[in-house]
């Protein structure tokens, strides 16, 4: 019913930028948090970055002053913008939300089917 679409991952110099974003679209009546995940190889998924459907952030100490959350509601969108990239930020990344969809009484979480992000030193 609902489905995440991301786009803006690859390859990339340390020091570079990167800007991802994800799209969700489907039978939505309300989209909750969204939030970056992301997992790198032989390591578990870790939160990266979340925005509240009203605006409040809240990001990893890795990340901080690096990356940048936001989101378009009226779009349900999400993006990530990362500077300052480094080799330790590569990773497939993940959005995730919580959404109400029409005749439900609860949300439901879904996840986007990951970006590669590579910064190489």
Request: glycine letters at 10%; charged letters at 15%.
């Amino acid at each position: 019913q609902v489905q995440l679409v991301e786009s803006g991952g690859g390859l990339v110099e340390a020091g570079g930028s990167l800007r991802l974003s994800c799209a969700a679209s489907g039978n939505i009546f309300r989209v909750n948090a969204m939030d970056w995940y992301r997992q790198a190889p032989g390591k578990q998924r870790e939160l990266v970055a979340t925005i509240t459907s009203g605006g409040s952030t809240n990001y990893a100490d890795s990340v901080k002053g690096r990356f940048t959350i936001s989101r378009d509601n009226a779009k349900n969108t999400v993006y990530l913008q990362m500077n300052s990239l480094k080799p330790e930020d590569t990773a497939v990344y993940y959005c995730h939300t919580a959404v109400l969809v029409y005749g439900s009484t609860w949300p439901h979480d879904y996840w986007g089917q990951g970006t590669q992000v590579t910064v190489s030193s």
